[in-house]
């Protein structure tokens, strides 16, 4: 017997379609799993407007610096470094003890002017020009945050502050 020739037009046009077809099948997929990787369009924390407030009254003394004394972002209230200086005559005393007390009553009333409390304070930093003057600090905020049970955070930080300075406190608050 003899043979058959091969048909080798049928079996590439079927080939072809394979192939067609396999790759519509992939791009599908690729779409598919594409869609499902990208994040959603929900609204984001970082693309809505928060109100950025700078918090400052007469008896809050000014920062030197170009940045306020205080500022609050949403309800985040943010401090920067917050002196023992007199609210009224804007001197720093010598005597460590009424730095700490005006220190601490700065910020009672940043934290007023905020729409808050003392007890929204979360976390407070004290720098110190020497750790010396730690257990009238600790007085001072004994007295300030009266309640043990309900105090925040504190770090006491040893600092090169400016001359005359021996304390700067700085705090974060939720109001």
């Given at each position: 017997?003899?043979k058959r020739p091969a048909?080798?037009?049928?079996?590439?046009?079927?080939?072809?379609?394979?192939?067609?077809?396999?790759?519509k099948?992939?791009?599908k997929?690729?779409?598919?799993?594409?869609?499902?990787?990208?994040?959603?369009?929900?609204?984001?924390?970082?693309?809505?407007?928060?109100?950025?407030?700078?918090?400052?009254?007469?008896?809050?003394?000014t920062?030197?610096q170009p940045?306020?004394?205080?500022?609050?972002?949403?309800?985040?209230?943010?401090?920067?470094?917050?002196?023992?200086?007199?609210?009224?005559?804007?001197?720093?005393?010598?005597?460590?003890?009424?730095?700490?007390?005006?220190?601490?009553?700065?910020?009672?009333?940043?934290?007023?002017?905020?729409?808050?409390?003392?007890?929204?304070?979360?976390?407070?930093t004290?720098?110190?020009?020497?750790?010396?003057?730690?257990?009238?600090?600790?007085?001072?905020?004994?007295?300030?945050?009266?309640?043990?049970?309900?105090?925040?955070?504190?770090?006491m930080?040893?600092?090169?502050?400016?001359?005359?300075?021996?304390?700067?406190?700085?705090f974060?608050?939720?109001?």
């Open positions: 017997m003899a048909r080798k037009a049928p079996k590439k046009a079927a080939k072809k379609v394979v192939k067609k077809t396999a790759k099948v992939v791009r997929v690729v779409k598919k799993t594409a869609k499902k990787a990208a994040p959603k369009k929900a609204a984001s924390v970082a693309s809505q407007k928060i109100s950025r407030v700078e918090i400052a009254a007469a008896d809050i003394p920062h030197p940045f306020p004394t205080a500022c609050k972002v949403g309800n985040v209230v943010f401090s920067s470094a917050v002196s023992g200086e007199d609210p009224v005559t804007h001197e720093i005393p010598a005597d460590p003890k009424l730095q700490a007390e005006n220190a601490f009553r700065t910020v009672r009333r940043i934290m007023e002017e905020a729409g808050g409390t003392l007890d929204n304070i979360g976390k407070v004290v720098y110190v020009k020497d750790r010396d003057i730690r257990p009238i600090v600790n007085a001072v905020w004994e007295k300030v945050f009266n309640n043990p049970k309900s105090r925040p955070v504190r770090h930080v040893p600092f090169d502050l400016p001359p005359g300075r021996a304390l700067q406190v700085e974060l608050a939720v109001v």
